[in-house]
């Protein structure tokens, strides 16, 4: 199913349109980093899910950029990463020294127009985006053996334990909604973890988990016979296709499910919102950036860098579940799927932001 995102193709053709060019100029200026040290900025604290991924890529930066420098992650947590990266917009230069690494809870403050947010993505220059995927989930008591059953349940009231409406969890609301399922969302928890333990309690009777966290802790349920799949969220290649996820190439993804279900593809102005969330929460969740100004030579060099370190040897035997199976969007094919996660149609957000704030209370 073709995301029909406009901008997609546009920006791949840009970054491909431009690549000599870039790579030209690269090659008449050299860049060289040799005895400097570059600041990583995660705007998350130690030890969470982008800290432990910008931590992972650092040591490959260092090896791959112009003259190894020395490349150090600096945490500014606060605001559900709205203070460290306002910070760096308003404080990095474009030196080549400073780059940032978001996730989809600071990409999704952006699109909703949190007025908390003062960035705008489009003065970013995305140099890889890294995705990553999750799967939907019932109890198999509900005897619903796959997607093309949900409709079983359609006159059921569901319940899924969520980290709040504008969380990552807007993902599977829109989802849900757009499947016409019935579930009402119970705020309040901390982590996906909250989610599947109120399921395994019998407490919450939906729920996703994270790619890892599906195949540690949901996996061995449905091994089990306790719980069955529904979906995947899917993965966006460089054309643009949702495609279905590497990790569970036997689930369907959404656009699939859908399909199942009502026997034919989703559109329309929810579809239009649930694209630009699943896009950024999921397909393109983590994009490292420098800012606005940095220079062709210097931005050709750090999408060399990550080129290079994608297909470092070293790093495919390491990345095990902090990258996964999913294909780094590196090179030409970063600035399409960087758009997909930080554009959205004005009409859809004017949709998203009054169903958060009319039905789930939302202060945008």
Known sequence: MRLNRRTFLAGTAVAAASSLPVAKAFAQTPVDFSGKTIEFVIPFSEGGGSDVWGRFFAPYLARHLPG?????????????????TNEFVARARPDGLSLLGTSGSTQFPFLLGDRRARYDYADLIPVIVSPTG????????????????????????????????????????????????????VFGMTGRGDGRLAF???????????????LTNVQPLVDAGSAVPMFSWGVIDAEGNVQRDPTFPDIPHFVEAYEMMHGEAPSGLEYDAYKAFFGSGFAAQKPAMLPKGTSPEIVAAYRQAFIDAVNDPDLQASKGEILGEYD????????????????????????VRELLTKEYNARL
């Open 328 to 351: 780094q969007a590196v090179g030409d094919n970063v600035q399409g799927l960087y758009e997909v996660a930080t554009t959205i149609a004005p009409e859809a957000r004017e949709w």
């Open 68 to 84: 190894s420098p020395n490349v150090i992650v600096r945490n500014v947590p606060g605001g559900g990463s709205i203070t460290g």
């Open 200 to 214: 395994e309690r019998g407490e919450a009777t939906i729920d996703y988990q994270t790619s890892s966290a599906y």
């Open 134 to 185: 999750g799967v939907a989930y019932l109890p198999a008591r509900f005897d619903v053996k796959d997607a093309s059953e949900l409709g079983k349940l359609t006159d059921q009231e569901l319940v899924y334990a969520s980290q709040g409406a504008t969380s990552l969890d807007l993902v599977p609301l829109l989802a849900f909604r757009l499947l016409g399922l019935n579930v009402r969302h």
